[in-house]
């Protein structure tokens, strides 16, 4: 998506309580779970710095209060989950929003009616196109997007943007398997959910594009190439080599080389965890056995072309590849990423090749890694240069073992906030008082995921000041 206008706010006072991070009122609040109120209060008890716990009490409850539509569709609950300031359901977005709440969906019958609501409300938005990325609240209305009103593609309504990123369907089977796995619900994966997954499956084959282009294509009117596909709106030129071609990336920025490796990373595995719930609670082996099929595949092809060596000589997982051998080493904050491989559960947290991969991105071997004054991190071609992504931060915390690298992390988040309290999708890396999106709720949500991940396994780093 475009990125909106920055808004400027006062800097705030490092460690000093924020006076903007503050919720809706209780009867403004679009919806509410007492199992994540209990959580917020459980977890807040465990911030020693007055500062990081307001933000966290504002920032983890900020999908439920803020974005959440729960109704219902031909007499089934039904959940569309606005990204913030833009009112469509990305099903990227909306997946990374509500998995913070997940490990909860047990405690509160509430809460777990909201996952089958966007579990089924996912599956009717693929089949009614597996190549959109975002959707209108409205199966029926045209997009409302003024970028997207005059885009070269198939575009059919409910629809309400159409860029073809992998791991848009990827999200949707992790929200999936991820709800599945916390509650043993089977009643969300009904023959919808089978057809969908099918979709996806078939649409992960035809953008292996072993026998011709597929279907897809996209351009776009815009004086920013990273808008829109080159070559007729097929993209840059590929030898099939099994890998899954992605036009976009996770950021909605234009791939350079179609191969995306952290995004066919997740395909891997989250094909596994369908195959999982395939079998497990629809009773569908063959499916299970199409996803794993095409997993094993990709798989095999991300170890043979996925991999480059940076000018000094250290072997990392490249960003994008095209099959002919060409490759491009970065990394973009947007999840999936480089960095985040094993947050996403992609690779081991102690794999050498990754955490090589790992330390080139936060240096200045990734052209979009970012050190200022204020704060160090990843941002990408979407905003700018010299602006990081918290959620760049958040999701290398999500990653870390090591106290005082996430201590350090965590001083950042809380002194870059510009005075609101909440994330923000970019900061300026010298002036964090100049940011892009007021309103994000998956930088929220992960940062609120990222603080209950620490009161659970390192409980000493919120407890101890910063």
Same mark, same amino acid.
């Given at each position: 998506?475009?990125?909106?206008?920055?808004?400027?706010?006062?800097?705030?006072?490092?460690?000093?309580?924020?006076?903007?991070?503050?919720?809706?009122?209780?009867?403004?609040?679009?919806?509410?779970?007492?199992? *994540?109120?209990?959580?917020?209060?459980?977890?807040?008890?465990?911030?020693?710095?007055?500062?990081?716990?307001?933000?966290?009490?504002?920032?983890?409850?900020?999908?439920?209060?803020?974005?959440?539509?729960?109704?219902?569709?031909?007499?089934?609950?039904?959940?569309?989950?606005?990204?913030?300031?833009?009112?469509?359901?990305?099903?990227?977005?909306?997946?990374?929003?509500?998995?913070?709440?997940?490990? !909860?969906?047990?405690?509160?019958?509430?809460?777990?009616?909201?996952?089958?609501?966007?579990?089924?409300?996912?599956?009717?938005?693929?089949?009614?196109?597996?190549?959109?990325?975002?959707?209108?609240?409205?199966?029926? $209305?045209?997009?409302?997007?003024?970028?997207?009103?005059?885009?070269?593609?198939?575009?059919?309504?409910?629809?309400?943007?159409?860029?073809?990123?992998?791991?848009? !369907?990827?999200?949707?089977?992790?929200?999936?398997?991820?709800?599945?796995?916390?509650?043993?619900?089977? $009643?969300? /994966?009904?023959?919808?959910? *089978?057809?969908?997954?099918?979709?996806?499956?078939?649409? /992960?084959?035809?953008?292996?594009?072993?026998?011709?282009?597929?279907?897809?294509? /996209?351009?776009?009117?815009?004086?920013?190439?990273?808008?829109?596909?080159?070559?007729?709106?097929?993209?840059?030129?590929?030898?099939?080599?099994?890998?899954?071609?992605?036009?976009?990336?996770?950021?909605?920025?234009?791939?350079?080389?179609?191969?995306?490796?952290?995004?066919?990373?997740?395909?891997?595995?989250?094909?596994?965890?369908?195959?999982?719930?395939?079998?497990?609670?629809?009773?569908?082996?063959?499916?299970?056995?199409?996803?794993?099929?095409?997993?094993?595949?990709?798989?095999?092809?991300?170890?043979?072309?996925?991999?480059?060596? !940076?000018?000094?000589?250290?072997?990392?997982?490249?960003?994008?590849?095209?099959?002919?051998?060409?490759?491009?080493?970065?990394?973009?904050?947007?999840?999936?990423?480089?960095?985040?491989?094993?947050?996403?559960?992609?690779?081991?947290?102690?794999?050498?090749?990754?955490?090589?991969?790992?330390?080139?991105?936060?240096?200045?071997?990734?052209?979009?890694?970012?050190?200022?004054?204020?704060?160090?991190?990843?941002?990408?071609?979407?905003?700018?240069?010299?602006?990081?992504?918290?959620?760049?931060?958040?999701?290398?915390?999500?990653?870390?073992?090591?106290?005082? *690298?996430?201590?350090?992390?965590?001083?950042?988040?809380?002194?870059?906030?510009?005075?609101?309290?909440?994330?923000?999708?970019?900061?300026?890396?010298?002036?964090?008082?100049?940011?892009?999106?007021?309103?994000?709720?998956?930088?929220?949500?992960? /940062?609120?995921?990222?603080?209950?991940?620490?009161?659970?396994?390192?409980?000493? *780093?919120?407890?101890?000041?910063?």
């Amino acid at each position: 998506m475009p990125a909106p206008t920055p808004a400027a706010q006062a800097p705030a006072t490092p460690g000093a309580p924020t006076a903007f991070a503050a919720r809706p009122p209780k009867a403004q609040r679009r919806f509410t779970s007492p199992a *994540v109120e209990a959580e917020i209060a459980r977890v807040s008890a465990m911030i020693a710095d007055p500062k990081l716990r307001a933000m966290f009490a504002a920032c983890y409850p900020n999908t439920l209060d803020t974005t959440v539509e729960l109704g219902l569709a031909n007499g089934r609950v039904d959940a569309f989950v606005i990204t913030g300031d833009i009112p469509c359901m990305w099903l990227r977005d909306s997946s990374a929003q509500l998995l913070s709440y997940v490990h !909860l969906v047990r405690k509160d019958a509430h809460l777990a009616t909201l996952f089958r609501g966007a579990i089924a409300r996912q599956a009717r938005s693929v089949l009614l196109d597996p190549y959109a990325n975002a959707f209108m609240r409205d199966a029926t $209305a045209k997009t409302n997007l003024p970028w997207a009103l005059e885009d070269q593609t198939e575009m059919k309504t409910g629809v309400a943007e159409r860029k073809w990123e992998v791991d848009s !369907l990827c999200w949707t089977m992790r929200l999936a398997y991820r709800y599945w796995q916390a509650s043993g619900d089977a $009643a969300p /994966f009904d023959g919808i959910w *089978v057809s969908a997954q099918q979709a996806i499956v078939r649409t /992960f084959r035809e953008q292996q594009r072993k026998d011709g282009r597929g279907p897809y294509s /996209f351009r776009r009117s815009s004086d920013r190439p990273t808008e829109t596909l080159g070559l007729d709106g097929y993209g840059a030129p590929t030898r099939p080599v099994g890998l899954i071609h992605s036009g976009f990336r996770p950021s909605d920025d234009a791939c350079i080389y179609p191969f995306l490796i952290p995004a066919n990373h997740f395909a891997v595995t989250t094909l596994r965890e369908m195959a999982l719930v395939a079998e497990g609670a629809a009773g569908n082996a063959a499916l299970a056995a199409e996803a794993r099929a095409l997993a094993d595949e990709v798989a095999v092809a991300l170890l043979k072309w996925g991999t480059m060596r !940076l000018p000094d000589g250290r072997q990392v997982w490249a960003y994008e590849v095209d099959g002919f051998g060409n490759a491009v080493f970065m990394d973009d904050a947007n999840v999936p990423s480089l960095l985040g491989l094993a947050y996403t559960g992609c690779v081991a947290a102690d794999d050498p090749l990754w955490l090589a991969t790992a330390d080139a991105c936060w240096s200045d071997a990734n052209p979009y890694f970012f050190k200022g004054t204020a704060i160090e991190g990843i941002g990408g071609p979407h905003v700018g240069l010299g602006q990081v992504w918290p959620m760049s931060l958040i999701v290398r915390a999500l990653s870390s073992s090591d106290p005082v *690298v996430i201590a350090t992390l965590l001083r950042h988040l809380r002194d870059t906030d510009a005075g609101t309290g909440f994330m923000h999708e970019a900061v300026d890396c010298n002036n964090p008082a100049q940011f892009t999106r007021s309103w994000f709720a998956w930088a929220n949500g992960l /940062f609120g995921e990222m603080i209950v991940g620490l009161a659970d396994r390192l409980p000493a *780093v919120l407890a101890n000041p910063l």
